[in-house]
């Protein structure tokens, strides 16, 4: 059975933003695969619901459009092993590839009110515009400052900052 899972330095919207960016380790990234979820990770909706996307299994929340896959492990089992130690049958069946970035996507929703605009879609046409997901990589961006040293290998950094027009000195 999922269980609901939840970091109170992450899902605690009165505590001070500072306190609520903290990257979940990679302890709490094996127990979010293991234990799974029952509720939204990000605007708390139980049971999750929402769209499929064009991704086996993959489901968009209906209200903040957190992305989750519904149907087991789709981790490539090499990954997996050499980076939490877990076996595919091991994961549980609804979780979120993105959990290490709960707070920042958090953060965004809480703070634009905008749908989380990610999601696979190969052939159908996304539910969000380029803008709209321009935009999550220009709040990013944003708040570098607060995330850049824990989340330094989770971001093309280079690449958001050329969308933000501040493209970064690579020999620097």
């Excluded at 519904?70 to 092993?81: A, C, H, M």
């Excluded at 590839?97 to 965004?108: D, E, G, S």
């Excluded at 009110?113 to 961006?141: C, N, Q, R």
């Amino acid at each position: 059975m999922a269980l609901d899972f939840s970091l109170a330095e992450v899902h605690n919207v009165d505590m001070p933003k500072e306190e609520q960016m903290i990257k979940p380790s990679l302890e709490e990234q094996k127990r979010h695969l293991i234990e799974g979820v029952s509720s939204c990770l990000v605007c708390g909706d139980s049971p999750i619901s929402g769209t499929f996307t064009d991704y086996d299994g993959e489901l968009k929340c209906h209200k903040c459009g957190m992305p989750y896959q519904t149907e087991g492990n789709k981790i490539k089992p090499t990954e997996l092993e050499r980076k939490y130690g877990l076996r595919p049958e091991e994961v549980a069946k609804v979780y979120t590839p993105y959990f290490v970035n709960v707070p920042i996507l958090k953060r965004f929703w809480l703070e634009t009110g905008k749908e989380i605009p990610l999601g696979i879609f190969d052939g159908s046409e996304a539910p969000f515009t380029e803008e709209e997901h321009v935009a999550l990589w220009l709040f990013v961006w944003s708040i570098r400052s607060e995330i850049s040293e824990q989340w330094a290998d989770d971001f093309a950094w280079y690449n958001i900052s050329v969308m933000a027009g501040e493209p970064l000195d690579m020999e620097a």
